[in-house]
Structures are given as C-alpha cells and as structure tokens.
C-alpha cells in the first residue's frame, strides 16, 4: 500500500537546522509532488512547500522562503526537508504528504505520521 | 495570498447531520479539498475536488462549493467523526497551497 515513512523526533537549540526525512513505498516516487505542512501544538496546519521529485522544481511559502529546502534522492525514493536557523516558534509536527495534481490544483494523500521537532535551549 | 476562513467549532448530536464551511473570495472558482484529523493523528484526505470521495472514505460524507463558500457534510454523524476537519484549495497565482484555520466537530 501507498505509504509515507518520516524520520523520528528531534531536538534542536535556536539557531540549528533540521533535517526531516520523508520515505515513500507502494508507488512511483516521481510521479507525484511532495509537499511539506507543520503544526504547531494545539494549531492548524500550515503549508510550507511542494517538491517535484522528478524534476527537483520546488515551491516554498514567502515565511519560510530562504530558510527552508527541499530535496530528493530518488534511489532510495526518499524526500528531506531541511529548515535552518531554527527558532522556538519552530516547533512543531512536521508532516510530508504525496500531492495529486490536476485541473490546476493540487491535494494531498496519503499523509506520513509527522515528525515532532522541538527547538529549545 | 488567498485566506480560507472556517468556524472554529460546530456541534452535532449523533445521528443528525453536520455542516462545515469554508470560506473564501469566489472560492467556487477553485477545488476545494477536505481533510479530517483526530488527536494524535495525521490528517487525512476525506474529499477533494469540492466532493469526490476517495476510496474508504463514507457515502455519509460529502461536499459542495458555490460562491463565496465551500460545505463538507457529514450525514448521520457518528461518534467517530469527531475531529477537527481542514478545508485546502490550491491558489494557482502563487503556485502554493493554503488551509482554512480548522473545524473541531464535537458529537454531542
């Protein structure tokens, strides 16, 4: 079955990076995007970017622009998502998730199982 | 950038039918896609393109998009659907995805 497989909790100190690796199985790891949502404790989901892995094409949200990058190793049809200069507002559950697009748009299924990154001194 | 606005709760008793909304500017230009996420767990998918369904997924839920509003309706709410639930368009002018803030649907 279709699945996404992330990389295990970390914890960080301002002013590191972070590196999230996100595993896909049962499909064609370069057929569909990846895209990239956090969620802080107790809020919503916000998305951060999309990935082309055949491509490496990425998109990033203007907040996260210059902080954040996305790669791909497709022998190991993994994607990274890495965020630097790291700050307490960071923490978060990190979520991959396979994105579907036509007719102009773009969902996302299946979800990994998220990635808890704490920053913290 | 494009602003998805949903009411923080809504509360249904067992059995009768809930109603979330999505709010945006002609948003019944875009897709809309649903997501429900219970506590602990990773969202997932429930509708996408205004009211396909995937597979698993219960005929009791559905949706719509007209206007300036989107709906996801859940008939004959169940226990079990007590979840916060996510509207997602995609805005194609910026290339980027966005989410409304999220629903907490509470079965009385």
């Known amino acids: 079955q279709v699945q996404l497989v992330q990389s295990g909790a970390e914890v960080k100190k301002p002013g590191a990076s972070v590196k999230v690796s996100c595993k896909a199985s049962?499909?064609?790891?370069?057929?569909?995007?990846i895209n990239w949502v956090r969620q802080a404790t107790g809020q919503g989901l916000e998305w951060m970017g999309w990935?082309?892995?055949?491509?490496?094409?990425?998109g990033y949200a203007q907040k996260f622009q210059g902080r954040v990058t996305m790669t791909r190793n497709t022998s190991i049809s993994t994607a990274y998502m890495e965020l630097s200069s790291l700050r307490s507002e960071d923490t978060a559950v990190y979520y991959c998730?396979?994105?579907?697009?036509?007719?102009?748009?773009?969902?996302?299924?299946?979800w990994g199982q998220g990635t808890l990154v704490t920053v913290s001194s | 950038s494009y602003v998805l606005t949903q009411p923080p709760s809504v509360s249904v008793a067992p059995g009768k039918t809930a109603r979330i909304t999505c709010g945006g500017n002609n948003i019944g230009s875009k897709s809309v896609h649903w997501y429900q996420q219970k506590p602990g767990q990773a969202p997932v998918l429930v509708i996408y393109y205004d009211s396909d369904r995937p597979s698993g997924i219960p005929e009791r839920f559905s949706g719509s998009n007209s206007g300036n509003t989107a709906t996801l309706t859940i008939s004959r709410v169940e226990a079990g659907d007590e979840a916060d639930y996510y509207c997602q368009v995609w805005d194609s002018s910026s290339d980027h995805g966005v989410f409304g803030g999220g629903t907490k649907l509470t079965v009385l």
């Open positions: 049962g499909y064609t790891f370069t057929s569909y995007d």
């Open positions: 998730a396979r994105g579907f697009v036509g007719g102009g748009t773009e969902w996302f299924d299946p």
């Open positions: 990935m082309n892995p055949n491509s490496g094409n990425t």
